[in-house]
Protein backbone atom coordinates (compact mmCIF):
# COMPACT_ATOMS: atom_id res chain seq x y z
CA UNK A 1 0.00 0.00 0.00
CA UNK A 2 1.38 3.25 -0.60
CA UNK A 3 2.23 5.99 2.02
CA UNK A 4 1.28 9.16 2.66
CA UNK A 5 2.75 11.42 -0.43
CA UNK A 6 3.36 15.05 -0.44
CA UNK A 7 3.66 17.82 -3.22
CA UNK A 8 5.74 19.69 -3.86
CA UNK A 9 8.86 18.39 -1.64
CA UNK A 10 10.58 21.42 -1.90
CA UNK A 11 9.38 25.22 -2.44
CA UNK A 12 10.53 28.54 -2.42
CA UNK A 13 8.25 31.91 -1.91
CA UNK A 14 8.53 35.44 -1.24
CA UNK A 15 7.78 37.15 1.36
CA UNK A 16 3.76 38.08 0.99
CA UNK A 17 2.82 35.29 -1.47
CA UNK A 18 0.64 32.80 -0.88
CA UNK A 19 1.08 28.69 -1.16
CA UNK A 20 -1.17 26.14 -1.17
CA UNK A 21 0.54 22.02 -0.48
CA UNK A 22 -0.72 19.15 -1.12
CA UNK A 23 -1.21 15.58 0.66
CA UNK A 24 -2.37 12.42 -0.70
CA UNK A 25 -3.05 9.90 2.66
CA UNK A 26 -2.76 6.42 2.41
CA UNK A 27 -5.75 4.54 0.49
CA UNK A 28 -8.69 3.98 2.99
CA UNK A 29 -7.79 6.54 5.80
CA UNK A 30 -10.09 9.45 6.07
CA UNK A 31 -8.26 11.82 8.78
CA UNK A 32 -5.63 14.00 7.85
CA UNK A 33 -4.11 16.08 10.02
CA UNK A 34 -1.35 18.68 8.94
CA UNK A 35 1.58 19.77 11.06
CA UNK A 36 4.19 22.53 10.95
CA UNK A 37 8.58 21.74 12.16
CA UNK A 38 10.50 24.25 12.71
CA UNK A 39 14.30 24.14 14.70
CA UNK A 40 12.87 26.66 17.12
CA UNK A 41 9.49 25.57 17.91
CA UNK A 42 9.77 21.66 16.96
CA UNK A 43 6.62 20.04 15.69
CA UNK A 44 3.29 21.93 15.99
CA UNK A 45 -0.51 20.93 15.11
CA UNK A 46 -2.12 23.05 12.70
CA UNK A 47 -5.18 21.14 12.11
CA UNK A 48 -7.28 18.04 11.50
CA UNK A 49 -9.48 17.15 8.77
CA UNK A 50 -12.15 14.07 8.96
CA UNK A 51 -14.59 13.27 6.39
CA UNK A 52 -14.57 17.01 4.70
CA UNK A 53 -14.91 19.02 7.53
CA UNK A 54 -11.79 20.44 9.93
CA UNK A 55 -12.18 18.54 12.99
CA UNK A 56 -9.51 20.13 15.51
CA UNK A 57 -7.50 23.27 15.19
CA UNK A 58 -3.92 24.41 16.70
CA UNK A 59 -3.02 27.62 17.68
CA UNK A 60 -1.97 29.18 14.51
CA UNK A 61 -3.25 32.72 12.64
CA UNK A 62 -5.69 32.87 10.40
CA UNK A 63 -3.34 32.66 7.20
CA UNK A 64 -3.08 29.34 7.69
CA UNK A 65 -5.93 27.29 5.89
CA UNK A 66 -6.72 24.24 5.12
CA UNK A 67 -9.86 21.85 3.38
CA UNK A 68 -10.19 18.03 2.26
CA UNK A 69 -11.91 16.83 -0.46
CA UNK A 70 -14.44 13.88 -1.24
CA UNK A 71 -11.46 11.46 -1.92
CA UNK A 72 -9.94 12.24 1.41
CA UNK A 73 -7.00 14.26 -0.78
CA UNK A 74 -6.23 17.19 1.52
CA UNK A 75 -4.65 20.80 0.65
CA UNK A 76 -3.10 23.40 3.38
CA UNK A 77 -2.48 27.37 2.48
CA UNK A 78 -0.81 29.98 3.91
CA UNK A 79 -1.49 33.06 2.93
CA UNK A 80 0.35 36.85 3.07
CA UNK A 81 3.46 34.41 3.74
CA UNK A 82 6.12 35.64 6.61
CA UNK A 83 9.60 34.61 6.70
CA UNK A 84 8.81 32.77 10.03
CA UNK A 85 6.93 30.69 8.02
CA UNK A 86 9.92 28.87 6.74
CA UNK A 87 9.44 25.00 8.31
CA UNK A 88 8.72 21.49 7.08
CA UNK A 89 5.25 21.25 7.06
CA UNK A 90 4.43 17.28 7.22
CA UNK A 91 0.91 15.91 6.67
CA UNK A 92 -0.51 12.58 8.79
CA UNK A 93 -3.23 10.45 8.07
CA UNK A 94 -5.03 7.63 9.96
CA UNK A 95 -7.77 5.21 9.43
CA UNK A 96 -10.22 7.31 11.94
CA UNK A 97 -10.56 10.53 13.67
CA UNK A 98 -9.24 10.14 17.48
CA UNK A 99 -6.16 10.10 19.54
CA UNK A 100 -5.51 6.50 19.84
CA UNK A 101 -5.37 5.81 16.24
CA UNK A 102 -1.89 5.58 14.92
CA UNK A 103 -0.55 8.44 12.12
CA UNK A 104 1.35 7.95 9.35
CA UNK A 105 3.55 11.17 8.00
CA UNK A 106 4.28 11.82 4.75
CA UNK A 107 8.08 13.16 3.81
CA UNK A 108 6.94 16.52 4.36
CA UNK A 109 7.28 19.93 2.24
CA UNK A 110 9.97 22.40 3.29
CA UNK A 111 9.22 25.34 2.33
CA UNK A 112 11.39 28.37 2.25
CA UNK A 113 10.07 32.33 2.32
CA UNK A 114 13.01 34.80 1.31
CA UNK B 1 -3.57 20.61 29.59
CA UNK B 2 -1.46 17.83 28.50
CA UNK B 3 2.34 17.66 27.69
CA UNK B 4 5.92 15.90 27.23
CA UNK B 5 9.13 16.36 28.20
CA UNK B 6 12.02 14.34 26.61
CA UNK B 7 14.61 14.88 29.48
CA UNK B 8 17.75 15.08 26.98
CA UNK B 9 18.24 16.84 24.08
CA UNK B 10 21.31 14.82 22.86
CA UNK B 11 22.26 11.13 23.47
CA UNK B 12 24.83 9.41 22.98
CA UNK B 13 25.58 5.93 22.37
CA UNK B 14 28.17 3.20 20.98
CA UNK B 15 27.01 0.72 18.39
CA UNK B 16 26.03 -3.02 20.45
CA UNK B 17 25.48 -0.66 24.11
CA UNK B 18 21.78 -0.21 25.36
CA UNK B 19 19.74 2.84 23.94
CA UNK B 20 17.65 4.78 26.76
CA UNK B 21 15.57 7.97 25.62
CA UNK B 22 13.76 9.32 28.21
CA UNK B 23 9.98 11.03 28.31
CA UNK B 24 7.60 12.34 30.95
CA UNK B 25 3.98 13.19 30.17
CA UNK B 26 1.48 15.36 32.15
CA UNK B 27 -2.12 14.30 31.11
CA UNK B 28 -5.37 15.12 32.20
CA UNK B 29 -7.00 11.87 30.70
CA UNK B 30 -5.99 8.85 30.06
CA UNK B 31 -3.28 9.03 27.47
CA UNK B 32 -2.36 8.09 24.27
CA UNK B 33 1.91 7.70 24.20
CA UNK B 34 3.82 7.54 20.92
CA UNK B 35 7.39 6.83 19.84
CA UNK B 36 8.36 8.42 16.55
CA UNK B 37 12.04 8.55 14.61
CA UNK B 38 12.72 10.55 12.14
CA UNK B 39 15.86 10.07 9.89
CA UNK B 40 17.45 13.47 8.60
CA UNK B 41 15.67 14.70 5.40
CA UNK B 42 12.72 12.26 6.23
CA UNK B 43 9.00 12.03 7.52
CA UNK B 44 8.33 11.06 10.83
CA UNK B 45 8.05 7.23 11.38
CA UNK B 46 5.96 5.65 14.15
CA UNK B 47 8.32 2.92 16.01
CA UNK B 48 5.37 2.05 18.94
CA UNK B 49 2.24 3.16 20.69
CA UNK B 50 0.94 2.51 24.04
CA UNK B 51 -3.28 2.33 24.50
CA UNK B 52 -4.04 1.66 28.25
CA UNK B 53 -3.54 -2.05 26.99
CA UNK B 54 0.30 -3.66 28.16
CA UNK B 55 2.32 -1.48 30.04
CA UNK B 56 5.40 -2.92 28.42
CA UNK B 57 4.93 -2.22 24.70
CA UNK B 58 7.29 -3.28 21.75
CA UNK B 59 7.94 -1.58 18.80
CA UNK B 60 9.67 -1.89 15.31
CA UNK B 61 13.57 -2.58 14.75
CA UNK B 62 14.06 -3.67 18.68
CA UNK B 63 12.81 -0.75 20.67
CA UNK B 64 10.25 -1.02 23.73
CA UNK B 65 8.66 1.19 25.68
CA UNK B 66 7.32 0.71 29.26
CA UNK B 67 4.60 2.90 30.25
CA UNK B 68 4.93 3.70 34.73
CA UNK B 69 1.65 5.39 35.53
CA UNK B 70 3.13 6.21 38.87
CA UNK B 71 5.97 8.03 37.65
CA UNK B 72 4.01 9.57 34.66
CA UNK B 73 6.97 8.41 32.22
CA UNK B 74 7.05 6.34 28.83
CA UNK B 75 10.68 5.67 28.39
CA UNK B 76 11.84 3.82 25.04
CA UNK B 77 14.55 1.44 25.43
CA UNK B 78 16.39 -1.07 22.94
CA UNK B 79 19.11 -3.56 24.08
CA UNK B 80 21.83 -2.62 20.97
CA UNK B 81 22.81 0.04 19.53
CA UNK B 82 23.00 -0.10 15.90
CA UNK B 83 24.70 2.18 13.77
CA UNK B 84 20.87 3.02 11.78
CA UNK B 85 19.84 4.21 15.00
CA UNK B 86 21.06 7.49 14.66
CA UNK B 87 18.00 9.65 14.39
CA UNK B 88 15.83 12.28 15.88
CA UNK B 89 13.25 10.20 18.30
CA UNK B 90 10.28 12.03 19.21
CA UNK B 91 7.85 11.14 22.28
CA UNK B 92 4.51 11.93 21.46
CA UNK B 93 0.82 12.50 23.74
CA UNK B 94 -2.44 12.34 22.60
CA UNK B 95 -6.06 12.19 23.51
CA UNK B 96 -8.81 10.53 22.90
CA UNK B 97 -11.11 13.11 21.31
CA UNK B 98 -9.55 14.10 18.54
CA UNK B 99 -6.08 13.16 16.54
CA UNK B 100 -4.03 16.23 18.00
CA UNK B 101 -0.33 15.02 18.74
CA UNK B 102 1.60 16.70 20.92
CA UNK B 103 5.23 16.25 20.48
CA UNK B 104 8.42 16.36 22.73
CA UNK B 105 11.30 18.70 21.94
CA UNK B 106 12.93 15.85 20.50
CA UNK B 107 16.58 13.51 21.64
CA UNK B 108 19.12 13.52 19.01
CA UNK B 109 20.52 9.76 19.32
CA UNK B 110 23.99 9.49 18.11
CA UNK B 111 25.89 6.13 17.78
CA UNK B 112 29.63 6.04 17.50
CA UNK B 113 31.06 2.86 16.11
Known amino acids: KAGVTQTPRYLIKTRGQQVTLSCSPI?????VSWYQQTPGQGLQFLFE???????NKGNFPGRFSGRQFSNSRSEMNVSTLELGDSALYLCASSLRLGGKNEQYFGPGTRLTVT | AQSVTQLDSHVSVSEGTPVLLRCNYSSSYSPSLFWYVQHPNKGLQLLLK??????LVKGINGFEAEFKKSETSFHLTKPSAHMSDAAEYFC???????????FGQGTELSVKP
Open chain 2, 50 to 55: YTSAAT
Open chain 1, 27 to 31: SGHRS
Open chain 2, 92 to 102: VVSRDQGGKLI
Open chain 1, 49 to 55: YFSETQR
